[in-house]
């Protein structure tokens, strides 16, 4: 979606504030800049369909191959090329579905489907983990026999299928929790590989079969953290918390820094999908100020400083009791029920 300047003149002085369900006493207003709306409608699916075949296809063999070498590492690795293909899917699903343009009760559309394939491929893997650190600890205390050679020889194959998947995933959209997560999957899913062939040819050469065991341990370590990651990254976006990136306060001392600006409260900064943050606020300016004016240039210092193009700002003049100093509650004078602290010129708390 390109950028655009969607503003409803007139300041009003009511109390519509807050994420686009305001009345005519907000400002709703993009930066030039124009902004990226999660997952890009045009993204290169070709490369995530190659990457699919690839994984898929070595999955099936790996499994007949695991159980034929009775290697639990070959079994943990083809678990976790399973999360891989899963991941993938769904980013091809979520990418059909960003692409709808939002309607009815969908005011952002399904840009979201994203985030929850993350959460849900993110607990996959933390499931899986579990269940193979149990059969990796009980293969530890009762190591059965492993056909080393088998096993060299399928992560060799394997560390090159993930090669050849992980180079068509860096050539499609990795600006998207989903395939971003996909791409970092794969990766860990080549290191795990690398792991299982070290296992398997010190099974091959020195007999010690609970090597088997011990990568798959590794191989159960890696999902985890990448589960882990998923699930907490897309935990706070679904939770509407800021951007990591971003600091509230710091962004609301830095707005109520602008003259003629005297405050901002019920500032609010979230995350509609990946790479797509937007912020709301209620700004109060002193009575010769122009609302407008200020409202353009607090547009354009998000975009500039933060990045944040998707704003909604409800500018009004401050009233002339709010601008004494010190007064105590200045701001619940103007809104009864306030989010959040409220940034002030001057020291203030948070």
Known sequence: ???????????????????????????????????????????????????????????????????????????????????????????????????????????????????????????????????LAYEAVRRLMDPPPVEGGLVVVTALAGIAVNVAAAWCISRANRSTLVVEGAYQHILNDLFAFIGTAIAGLIVLTTGFRQADAIATLVVVVLMIKAGYG???????????????????????????GHPPVTEVHDLHIWTITSGQAALSAHVLVEPAGDCHAVRRDLEQLLDKEYGITHTTLQVDHAQDSLLTVGRAGAGDAHCADAHGPVHRQGPHAH
């Not at 009511?14 to 005519?24: F, M, P």
């Not at 090329?81 to 309607?103: E, F, Y």
């Not at 998923?230 to 109520?256: F, W």
């Open 1 to 131: 979606m390109s950028g655009h300047d969607h503003a409803h003149d007139g300041h009003g002085h009511g109390n519509g504030k807050g994420r686009g369900n305001g009345s005519a006493g907000h400002d709703h207003g993009h930066g030039p800049g124009g902004h990226s709306h999660g997952v890009a409608a045009d993204a290169d699916r070709r490369w995530l369909a190659i990457a699919l075949a690839l994984i898929g296809g070595f999955m099936a063999v790996e499994v007949v191959v695991g159980v034929m070498a009775n290697s639990l590492a070959l079994i943990s690795d083809a678990a976790h090329m399973l999360t891989d293909a899963v991941s993938i899917v769904l980013a091809l699903i979520a990418m059909r579905l960003a692409a709808r343009p939002a309607r009815g009760g969908f005011t952002y559309g399904l840009k979201r489907a994203e985030i929850l394939s993350a959460q849900a491929n993110g607990l996959t893997l933390i499931l899986l983990a579990v269940w």
């Open 230 to 256: 998923l699930v907490r990254e897309s935990g706070r976006i679904l939770l509407e918390a800021a951007p990591a990136h971003v600091d509230p306060d710091a962004v609301g001392d830095h707005l109520v």
